[in-house]
């Protein structure tokens, strides 16, 4: 069961531990007292965390399983993560991308140890989105992009069988990689010059996935020009199936990020 679980959470991860995000929605840029919309070009990086767990139905070879697996669950078979976003925005127009990958890995005894001793399994996720935008409202205290582009899955599981047994040595794996089409909107409220709130909703699908969407809101802290941070919480979701191979999750928790303007 464990090794479902992880398979599972693997498959999910970027997705997540993952965000379809901008990083003028993570840095929506605080207000000077005159204020003046951004001419040229201005450029945003930032890297952020999101403590999710995962809750869904995943299978392959035409068999499924539920899993429900904590925030704990997940982190205690971590190995590493690589999310940040980049965007590059001209006045009114803008392009941004966000990378998310999450490797995970267990070990654990198998039955009766006939077949094998025991099993290492290995799970990785990559969630990969790039959209261009439009800004359709930009005043002092509020501003409303509107975004369209897609969203790339990759979901890779590892088995590797130890001996002695019948089947020490074997390796087995299972991939799948799809796209889909998404749009969406993303938008800012700033009560003063340094304390905001931000947030954003996008939906896809259609292509590959039946539906994939992602919502997420949060309240951030302009401390200085070109450095902010912000804290909230996030939900993504994806209905795949292909093959006999299901991915039908949602992955939900805090985020938390910092950016970079220049």
């Known amino acids: ?127 990969w989105t790039t959209a261009a935008e439009y800004r359709l409202v930009d005043a002092p205290e509020v501003s409303l992009d509107v975004l369209a582009g897609f969203r790339l899955y990759s979901l890779k599981n590892e088995i590797d069988f130890n001996g002695p047994g019948l089947l020490a040595g074997v390796s087995l794996s299972d991939q799948q990689t799809w796209a889909d089409p998404i749009v969406g909107l993303k938008a800012r409220y700033s009560f003063t010059p340094q304390f905001y709130l931000t947030g954003w909703g996008f939906l896809g699908g259609g292509v590959s996935a039946d539906v994939t969407w992602d919502v997420m809101a949060g309240a951030g802290y302009q401390f200085t020009d070109s450095f902010s941070a912000v804290l909230g919480y996030r939900a993504s979701g994806v209905d795949y199936e292909n093959d006999g191979f299901v991915y039908d999750t949602v992955q939900q928790g805090p985020i938390v990020g910092a950016v970079f303007r220049f």
């Open 1 to 127: 069961m464990k090794l479902k679980v992880l398979a599972a959470a693997g498959c999910s991860l970027a997705i997540s531990i993952s965000v379809a995000a901008a990083a003028d929605v993570i840095y929506p840029g605080a207000e000077t007292v005159e204020y003046q919309a951004p001419s040229g070009w201005t450029f945003s990086v930032a890297g952020y965390g999101w403590l999710a767990g995962l809750e869904g139905t995943v299978g392959t070879g035409g068999r499924t399983a539920h899993v429900d697996a904590s925030v704990g669950d997940i982190l205690s078979n971590f190995d590493i993560a690589v999310m940040g976003l980049a965007e590059a925005r001209y006045e009114r127009f803008g392009i941004f991308t966000d990378f998310n990958y999450v490797r995970l890995s267990a070990s654990s005894d198998t039955p009766f140890g006939i077949l094998a001793s025991s099993a290492d399994v290995t799970s990785q996720s990559l969630m």
